[in-house]
């Protein structure tokens, strides 16, 4: 039996280019690796379809245990304490409230958190080049709807698959209200650890509730990794290192809109929430990741202003560290460029060498098509997917964001009518739960100050 995720020799690869993206030189431990017949990281992260002689998974849980004891060598700007990271970051004040209805907003963050990723589940995987062939095969290039197997010529369909796991729930042809997904989990899973802890909310809170409810095959890169660790007796905040390449890719990104909705114009606040949960699995930008999308879903409840919301996700950064300069690179492409495709290949030929799912280049997207969509609700999400990469993760998260400065009532029926209000799920006691009332239970939340 092959497990995608945490197979030792399936995780070196993925370590190995980690490393060098931190600046740690590990020429000597990749030829190691080669010569003992060791592979480099698998583009779509899957694991070999045969179990690893024996030898080979001794080598390479000795190189993963040599690659967790190297530093970064932008450790000291990329700090993962949280009073490092406040030392660090401007660190926001509150947001002033520009009017409007608290639970609309709410509403429409989490319609908007579920339209965006279904419109990206059937393309996940598939490159940007994939996504324009076959919309320009249909005749329906720009992205502006719903992707349908309707139309697509059966060369182009071989040629970019849709996701196999995905496209019988998120075509437009087949979409019956919200299918399950992570992106959707966890949300309602922060809603409930919300619910039983407040305030207190601890990482050990958010790893027993993850234990308790989560099943395993629902969970995916550094979140698997933490799962597993958890499993072993690995106690936080050491799951989110140990064995972990995955520690500064999008998982902890996709978790922490609840923390911002439920502490409305209070980014600062919202953000040390998602610390705690994010620490579990994620280091430096991987936390970074939560931490701005909870400080900007926060401002999100209150203004509909763009660049607010982007600048209350920015206060809680680390100035000096790459998601920073991500941001900041993204927003300046927007200034410069006038059409999408010019700011869409500035992304790629500065972090297009990064693993689909890594966060840099996901969370550019995101902040770029934010700024181009200029507050058009549609306009944002496909935008964001039509760039590629994690295209269900990001549509969910600049559909949350989008969705919450426009309210429920401001988003089309042709986006929020085919979620029939329901969300599918295996968490315990959400299976079928209404958008209406999430957010509901997200606004008694926010009126108690949790």
Known sequence: MRLTWVQPEDL?????????????????????????????????????????PVPLRALALRLLDELDGSVSRYADREPTDLDAIRAAAPWPAPVPARGGDLLDRLHGGWLGRAAGCLLGKPVEKIPRRGIREILSAQGRWPLADWFTAAGLPDEVAQRWPWNRRSAPTSLAENIDGMPEDDDLNFAMLALGMLEEHGQALSTEDVAQRWLADLPAGRVFTAERVAYRNLLLGVEPPRTATRHNPFQQWIGAQIRADVYGWTHPGDPGRAAELAWRDAVLSHTGNGVYGALFVAAASAAACVTDDVDAVLDAGLSVVPAGSRYAEAVRFARELTER????????????????????????????????????????????????????????????????LAGAMCGARGLPDRWTGPLRNRVATSLPGFDGVGFDELAARTLALAEAGS
């Not at 190691?32 to 379809?49: F, I, Q």
């Not at 770029?368 to 760039?387: E, K, N, Q, W």
């Open 12 to 52: 070196v690869g993925h370590a190995l280019a980690q490393a060098e993206l931190d600046g740690i030189d590990v020429s000597a431990a990749r030829g190691e690796w080669r010569g003992a017949g060791g592979a480099d990281a698998d583009p779509l992260g899957g694991a070999s379809p045969e179990r690893a």
């Open 337 to 400: 460029c006038a059409d999408w495709e010019q700011v869409v290949d500035g992304i790629e030929a500065r972090y297009g060498d990064l693993h689909w799912v890594h966060v840099l280049h996901n969370a550019a997207v995101v902040v770029a098509a934010l700024r181009f969509g200029g507050g058009d609700f549609g306009r944002t999400i496909c935008l964001t997917v039509s760039a590629g990469w994690d295209t269900d993760s990001t549509g969910a998260t600049a559909g949350a």
